[in-house]
């Protein structure tokens, strides 16, 4: 088995989302909302004997990698296909079957909102423009539209705003413009063509900086591929609610816009605002948390050496009152 995915910030993990019952003999049971090669519930299943894990994904091919790379760990992981919040909304999801704890909420959750390097190297669903692949894009590929259909069925006015607010992409119309007119003489199935046809729209001094002018371009039809943006506000709602008091819920994001959601949701848990807005009479501030994060934690400069796909991680932690 070749595992290509170093998981982010580990022991920045294990620091805030270790709770007190993991030192218990009763032991504590932990929801991996994003299980990816299963790095992260590795780390976690290494370090607490304890522990059980639900891991979960809702792409079928890498669950089979995480299954080979967790068989040690026996029955304390199990996994579920799926999207996370399908499982924590299920009637009984706390009290899954086999060896956890009959009726027993998840005292950590983890959200790992990055896509795992597994699918720009393997995946071959059009994650990575440096090689030519099917425009895919698709977690699940079973269900929702590929890149390609999206690049096919958008009228340019929906592209652009797509391309702009999925991705800031601050050359939105015009992209948009000439995808709409690539597609009118060919459709636009690979990353190959879709990269061409960014390179040639944006001015010609933006086309050789550090960041690739195509890069957010694949990272806006990511997003709207798999429902990132639109789902995660309620995703954190549906973890919040499962998690039991005491619980901790850590989030890792990958950029500004997926963190500001993030910040906002843990603020307002802690009983603030984005503007620090404290309430009044008629609109009081219910504290529903402890922020164990008051700022994002970043990895450290040794892990930033020796995994550089970490660079734009950030992780926010709470505990639910």
Sequence with gaps: MTVVHTPVLPEELIRFLATERL??????????????????????LSHFPNLRITGIDADKEIIKVARERLKEFGGRIEFYRGWAQDFLRQPGAWGAPGTFPVNGQPGIILLDLGVSLYHYQKGDRGFSFRGSETLDMRIDTENGLSAAEILASYSETVLADMLFFNAEERFSRRIARSIVEARRRAAITDTCALERIVWDAVPAACRHRRLHPATKVFQALRVEANGELKKLPGLLETAFSALRPGGRLGVITFNSLEDRIVKNFFRAKAGKSAAGFRGNSETPIVKEALLLTAKPVLPSREELLSNPPSRSAKLRALQKL
Excluded: I, K, N, R
């Design 23 to 44: 030192s218990s003999p009763a032991g504590e049971y932990m929801v991996d909302c994003t299980l990816g090669e299963g790095g992260h519930s590795a780390v976690f």
